[in-house]
């Protein structure tokens, strides 16, 4: 039977508003284009395709990507070209930087703002790295970083005394910095990322005078911030 075989799908511009079941039950599909169609969600893909090596699912109206990254991470790493660009994804979801074996991975013309226009100018390697770091960095909550654990450091600390932060208090306590501040260091990091890395990306003299410019003025906003934050303190 053909489902047996097919290895090729082409299923671009039919205006589909869902998933066909049928997509996902193909066990020697290579390719397959859903571009160009009507797609919301993807909550019926179920189960892994492990031949699958090029999947389009660009110009659709994707607003989750439902059980798609935990299918494609049991694949055993056969998908190769991910394309997810002009979609209206307002979180491209970590579990993406597990596929290794990705080569493209588009996610251009999403409204999303966790993958900054910095990482995406890398390419796909600094986008999988960016994801991975950022389902593996741990989660601090207020109740863990609200107080130091050694007493002692919080009476010094209370009282004023130099260098009695309890360690990692500084730029890590989510609960003492403010959204704004979290903001310009995770901007501040990027723009210094690539100016450290420039030679390796090829950037022009140009792009470095400006990013170099974008980084001094990141850090002056930083630098005010975290005076505005003592100052209410």
């Given at each position: 039977p053909i489902r047996a075989t097919l290895e090729q799908l082409d299923l671009s511009a039919n205006a589909l508003e869902a998933m066909p079941r049928c997509a996902t039950r193909l066990p020697r599909l290579h390719t397959l284009t859903l571009a160009h169609n009507r797609l919301r969600s993807l909550d019926e893909w179920r189960g892994a395709t492990p031949a699958l090596a090029h999947l389009d699912l660009s110009n659709n109206r994707l607003r989750s990507l439902g059980g798609l990254p935990a299918a494609l991470c049991a694949s055993g790493g056969a998908i190769r070209t991910l394309s997810l660009e002009n979609n209206e994804l307002g979180e491209i979801p970590a579990q993406l930087g597990q596929l290794s074996s990705l080569h493209t991975l588009s996610i251009g013309g999403n409204p999303q703002k966790g993958?900054?226009?910095?990482?995406?100018?890398?390419?796909?390697?600094?986008?999988?790295?960016?994801?991975?770091?950022?389902?593996?960095?741990?989660?601090?909550?207020?109740?863990?970083?609200?107080?130091?654990?050694?007493?002692?450091?919080?009476?010094?600390?209370?009282?004023?005394?130099?260098?009695?932060?309890?360690?990692?208090?500084?730029?890590?306590?989510?609960?003492?910095?403010?959204?704004?501040?979290?903001?310009?260091?995770?901007?501040?990091r990027e723009a210094e990322a690539r100016l450290n890395g420039s030679g390796q990306y090829g950037l022009s003299e140009a792009k470095r005078f400006a990013l170099k410019k974008e980084a001094a003025k990141l850090k002056a906003e930083l630098l005010r911030e975290q005076r505005r934050r003592k100052e209410q303190g």
């Amino acid at each position: 039977p053909i489902r047996a075989t097919l290895e090729q799908l082409d299923l671009s511009a039919n205006a589909l508003e869902a998933m066909p079941r049928c997509a996902t039950r193909l066990p020697r599909l290579h390719t397959l284009t859903l571009a160009h169609n009507r797609l919301r969600s993807l909550d019926e893909w179920r189960g892994a395709t492990p031949a699958l090596a090029h999947l389009d699912l660009s110009n659709n109206r994707l607003r989750s990507l439902g059980g798609l990254p935990a299918a494609l991470c049991a694949s055993g790493g056969a998908i190769r070209t991910l394309s997810l660009e002009n979609n209206e994804l307002g979180e491209i979801p970590a579990q993406l930087g597990q596929l290794s074996s990705l080569h493209t991975l588009s996610i251009g013309g999403n409204p999303q703002k966790g993958v900054r226009t910095a990482v995406l100018e890398k390419g796909t390697l600094a986008v999988l790295a960016f994801l991975r770091d950022r389902e593996q960095r741990p989660r601090a909550t207020c109740a863990a970083s609200a107080a130091p654990t050694d007493p002692a450091t919080a009476a010094a600390g209370a009282a004023g005394t130099p260098g009695a932060a309890w360690p990692g208090a500084e730029g890590t306590n989510a609960c003492a910095a403010s959204s704004k501040e979290a903001q310009l260091r995770e901007a501040l990091r990027e723009a210094e990322a690539r100016l450290n890395g420039s030679g390796q990306y090829g950037l022009s003299e140009a792009k470095r005078f400006a990013l170099k410019k974008e980084a001094a003025k990141l850090k002056a906003e930083l630098l005010r911030e975290q005076r505005r934050r003592k100052e209410q303190g």
